[in-house]
């Protein structure tokens, strides 16, 4: 792929790093608030989002994704609870894994295995096109809760990212 849609993925990684960072410092019973009409309480939004992108890479990479019924929750290597800093690590790892894999991918290539509940073939520009998709639904969602317990809610869109972590415009 060429640089412009790998710079999506230097978005995605941004913004999901800028999230757990707001995250971190909340408290246990912060975490379980569930924001009506989103996911869940938050912190299961932010583990449920983590594990998603592992199983995007380990697809990506050609390995087996634990897939039940298209939403298998693999027990992490931390527990059953990892803290908001965990997550925040694991994000990154795997942010950083979709980076390079964003710009490895080709067009045409094709995964072969069980996605959803069924053996079948899926481009893997579709599984890469997942991540961003699934990544922007439940920013929006620790975003939505953020707001409902009255804390500071972070930028996350491209404005915010062009301002913050690209720096300005040079002038021709």
Not at 2 to 27: I, S
Request: hydrophobic share 40%; net charge negative.
């Amino acid at each position: 792929m060429d640089e412009r849609f790998v710079a999506l993925f230097r978005h995605h990684a941004w913004a999901t790093d800028r999230l757990f960072a707001a995250c971190e410092p909340l408290a246990e019973s912060q975490l379980a608030i569930a924001p009506p009409g989103t996911y869940g309480p938050l912190g299961q939004t932010l583990k449920h989002l983590v594990e998603a992108e592992e199983r995007y890479v380990a697809r990506l990479r050609g390995g087996g994704a634990p897939d039940p019924g298209g939403y298998g929750r693999p027990t992490p290597p931390e527990g059953l609870e990892p803290s908001v800093r965990v997550l925040r690590q694991r994000a990154a790892a795997s942010n950083q894994a979709l980076l390079e894999l964003a710009g490895s991918v080709g067009v045409g290539d094709v995964i072969r295995g069980r996605f959803r509940g069924e053996d079948r073939a899926v481009r893997a520009l579709t599984i890469l096109a997942q991540a961003l998709d699934h990544g922007v639904e439940h920013r929006t969602h620790v975003r939505a809760g953020l707001t409902m317990i009255g804390l500071d809610v972070p930028e996350l869109d491209a404005w915010a990212w062009d301002e913050e972590a690209l720096g300005p415009v040079e002038e021709a």
